[in-house]
């Protein structure tokens, strides 16, 4: 009660959901164009439009779908498909690994409910957000995302060509500098730079000699490795997960639903330390 | 193939592939998350996954960058550059975007 501001802030907050949607506002243009290239190449490959709209919104992931619609056939390669969703899709992993603080104190369903409509960009977006990270933000981006995703696959699959190239007006570059200018609001300090430069050479190397997305688990990787062996015990005391413990019910919302009392810090665990 | 535009055929194989991409994908979403909240919060585990999001976001930014080329190196250059200076997505995005569809005009890629 004495702290003003997002105090109270519940699992999916209408309000939270709406500003995580408009977050993803400047994605819009790339993405629409990029579900539409996806409209048609699905028209090409035999996918019926009810089919490709179902799996835009029960698999969400781009490069992925790119692949399976390429892959897809007459008669369907089903264990290719697959397969190749799982290895493009693996990072999700780490992506939902990551995602822990947003998640702090939640229970369990909010996180079955909050983790489908995760995309990359609505994920980088949200990590990115200094006191609205919450279920509810993450969401709202994501049913953004979709929406647009799934217009853009019936445009592109009922005019069924005369989309514009992405490339000529850099829309394809659009998702490059999404991300990297959100590397920018993910810096906490000079404990992330050695993770960093390993991650950016490890994807280089993994770009030049591995196939397909293997670079984003290539960087991942060295990034992880590097930060395992740069850790110190002393690096605790300012470690950003303490922070979040802390500013938890401030920036999160209460936990486990206890959202319309002012005493959350009375019984709060951390409270004591 | 010829029947065009197809709106509403549900072909059972189709469905289940479908319903196989999207059991993977999600498995990992949710799997990632609850993995997580079985490590220790503090320590050694809690630093590491206090790197992931930027590892794991420059992994997937830079070798796209390296796929567009020098005019793509560029761009993502002066995202970055323009990002640390205003602070602003939008104009971090549109610095970028604009480099490199100018570029891309006058240069090719």
Known sequence: ?273 | MTQFPDLTTFSLEAVLTILGMAAVTYGMRLGGLLMADRLPQHGRWAHVLERLPGAVLISVWVPSALSAGAIGIAGAAATVVTMALARNLFAAMAVGMVLVAVGRYFIGT
């Open chain 1, 1 to 273: 009660m004495s702290r003003p501001g997002p105090a109270q802030i519940g699992h999916f907050d209408p309000d939270t959901i709406r500003r995580g949607a408009i977050a993803c506002l400047p994605l819009l243009p790339s993405t629409i164009i990029f579900g539409a290239v996806l409209g048609v190449l699905a028209s090409q490959r035999g996918l019926s439009l009810g089919e490709l709209l179902f799996m835009s919104l029960t698999v969400f992931a781009g490069s992925a779908q790119f692949v399976s619609v390429d892959l897809w056939r007459e008669t369907i390669p089903a264990a290719t498909i697959i397969i190749a969703t799982a290895v493009i899709n693996m990072r999700y992993i780490l992506i939902g690994a990551s995602l822990r603080p947003v998640f702090r104190g939640r229970p369990l369903w909010v996180k079955i409910c909050g983790m489908h409509m995760v995309a990359d960009e609505n994920w980088a977006v949200t990590m990115t957000q200094p006191n609205l990270a919450n279920p509810g933000f993450l969401l709202g981006g994501g049913i953004f995302l979709g929406v647009v995703w799934a217009t853009g696959n019936i445009a592109g699959y009922l005019l069924g060509g005369g989309i514009p190239d992405p490339e000529v007006y850099a829309l394809d570059f659009a998702f490059t500098a999404v991300f990297a200018a959100l590397t920018i609001g993910m810096w906490k300090g000079k404990v992330d730079l050695l993770p960093w430069v390993a991650a950016a050479i490890g994807s280089i190397i993994g770009h030049y000699t591995l196939p397909g997305t293997w670079s984003i688990l290539a960087g991942a990787g060295a990034g992880v490795v590097t930060a395992a062996l740069t850790w110190r015990p002393d690096m605790d005391d300012d470690s950003l997960e303490a922070e979040f413990a802390v500013e938890g019910r401030d920036a999160y919302g209460a936990p486990e639903g206890t959202v319309n009392t002012g005493k959350t810090a009375t019984f709060s665990p951390e409270a004591g330390k």
